[in-house]
């Protein structure tokens, strides 16, 4: 999707008009380069209650002789938030058919530049599809790109067109992250997803990216990452993502659990549904798609981000449960269950986090399907060793309508997970209730001290669990279906407003 800016009120192509609950005409201001035929047959359709513009409706106008036209719904104007905004944008995508065409102008009256930028930045969130495995119809006409123009008042121009530009690069992180856990685990496995990040650095300076190889790890002592690798033909690898790596200076530091395609290992998972189970390195996948975003945009602080890759697959060179193994850490984990998988690859990537003194860490993981039963799709599970840190956070999501909810860090999960009698922790609960809490509890053994000093302070560390709300979600309006690409604009917003 193309969008630019232009002041006046020219239309090419389909009119989108947003429209507030109650309007009873076209604005004053549209009149100008509106058809009187499309005008009249718009006022007769508001006049006669026939669109009530509630919020993310449409309503499409075609075949007049005046032109065509998308009315849009934002809501009761007292309601109408960005995050309407947002939604009304997403919405004219979803509903566009091939006979509105791919020449899009949109006509606000009177909204802020925040309110048309957030209107544009759903529609470029919405304009997104996965199709690359379906072989194209040689008959069926090619759409192309399509070409949206904002109209806004003289003057407005530049600060819109900048605030369009950054949704757009934000936009193209969220899409990256979505391609990267929608492609199939044949496709994409831990190799795989190291050659993309490679290339993909190609194109910035001020990016480098470091693989640590098969080979590396296991002479590193990634016990973790090596345990949960092994048994698939295709090996782990560590991914490590530098923006800015030559400034000095602390900097946010994102560990992704990335999880190719997760089997549950030799604890076999149920054959049910397992093809979801690709999207079990969309932790990785959103860490990827923030490097995007900031590197995009011409972020100019420093970012260091790490994703820890695996497949976890049954096989006679494949861990089991009863094994002991021994993490970069050096602290020795219990198996008790290979499914539980994701925490032993971060128990390595948290530990090497350290070697960066980040000013705080903050880790996304499809961790476990207790956080699903929680709160759903409808919320991401947030832990923090930090509670305004939690709070900035939660907070940071709620700024760009990605909802990151607070969960508890108790001594109690912790004590549970250290209790094993053969090794220092275990990879497994007691019991099968706090199974989310547990797990995050897990993690916080391996988030390191400062400099690793063994009595010093613990970095700031968040735990994000993203196992409901990076692919399924049907109510995120953003998305359609498949990966959701979720909290690349979360952590856009948390890095980018200090
Ligand atoms: N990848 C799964 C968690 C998951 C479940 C993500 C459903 C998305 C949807 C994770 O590796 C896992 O299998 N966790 C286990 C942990 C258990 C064995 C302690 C789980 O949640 O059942
Ligand atoms: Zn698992
Ligand atoms: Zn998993």
């Not at 006509?107 to 530049?113: D, T, V, Y």
Request: proline share 3%; aromatic share 6%.
């Amino acid at each position: 999707m193309k969008v630019s800016v232009s002041p006046g009120h020219n239309i090419n192509g389909t009119l989108i008009l947003p429209l507030f609950e109650g309007s009873e005409a076209v604005p004053d201001s549209h009149e100008a380069g509106l058809h009187t035929a499309l005008k009249g047959q718009i006022n007769r359709i508001l006049h006669d209650g026939d669109f009530k513009a509630k919020q993310k409706s449409t309503l499409s106008i075609i075949g007049g002789e005046g032109g065509k036209a998308m009315l849009v719904g934002l809501g009761k104007e007292n309601d109408a938030d960005i995050h309407a905004f947002r939604k009304a944008g997403a919405a004219v995508i979803a509903n566009r058919k091939k006979a509105h065409g791919t020449d899009l102008t949109v006509q606000f009256s009177g909204a802020s530049i925040e309110a048309m930028g957030a209107f544009a930045e759903g529609m470029l969130l919405r304009d997104y599809s996965y199709d690359h495995y379906k072989q194209q119809d040689e008959d069926e006409d090619k759409e192309g790109e399509i070409d949206v123009r904002v109209t806004c008042d003289e003057g407005q121009e530049d600060e819109l067109e900048s605030v369009i530009k950054i949704h757009a690069g934000v936009a193209s992180g969220v899409h990256l992250s979505r391609d990267l856990g929608n492609c199939p685990p044949n496709d994409m496995y831990p190799e795989a997803f190291a050659d993309q990040a490679w290339e993909w650095a190609k194109q910035y300076d001020d990016i480098e990216v470091t693989i640590i190889n098969y080979d590396q790890a296991v002479k590193a002592g990634m016990g973790g990452l090596v345990a949960v690798g092994m048994g698939s033909a295709r090996k782990p690898c560590m991914v490590i993502f530098e923006l800015n790596g030559k400034k000095s200076g602390r900097c946010p530091l994102l560990v992704g659990k990335g999880i190719t395609f997760d089997t549950g290992g030799i604890s076999l998972k149920p054959g049910a549904n397992m093809d979801e189970m690709k999207y079990d390195m969309g932790g990785s996948a959103t860490v990827f798609g923030t490097m995007q975003a900031l590197a995009s945009t011409g972020h100019k602080g420093k970012v260091v981000a790490i994703t820890c890759m695996a497949e976890n697959m049954p096989s006679s060179n494949a861990q089991r449960p009863g094994d002991v193994i021994k993490t970069l850490s050096g602290k020795t984990i219990e198996i008790l269950n290979t499914d539980a998988e994701g925490r032993l690859v971060l128990a390595d990537g948290l530990w090497k986090a350290g070697e960066f003194d980040p000013e705080y860490i903050i880790d996304f993981a499809t961790l476990t399907g207790a956080c699903v039963v929680a709160l759903g799709h409808e919320a991401t599970g947030l832990w923090s060793n930090d509670d305004d840190f939690r709070t900035r956070i939660h907070e940071a999501g709620n700024a760009v309508d990605e909802l990151a909810w607070p969960m508890p860090l108790l001594p109690a999960f912790e004590k549970e997970m250290t209790d094993s009698k053969i090794a220092d922790t275990r990879n497994l609960g007691a019991g099968r209730w706090g199974g989310a809490n547990t797990a995050a509890a897990f993690l916080k053994q391996f988030v390191p001290n400062r400099n690793y000093e063994k009595d010093g302070e613990q970095i700031t560390w968040a735990h994000m669990d993203i196992a409901g709300t990076y692919w399924g979600a049907k109510t995120n309006s953003m998305v359609g279906n498949g990966a959701t690409g979720i909290h690349v604009r979360t952590m856009y917003h948390l890095i980018t407003n200090g």
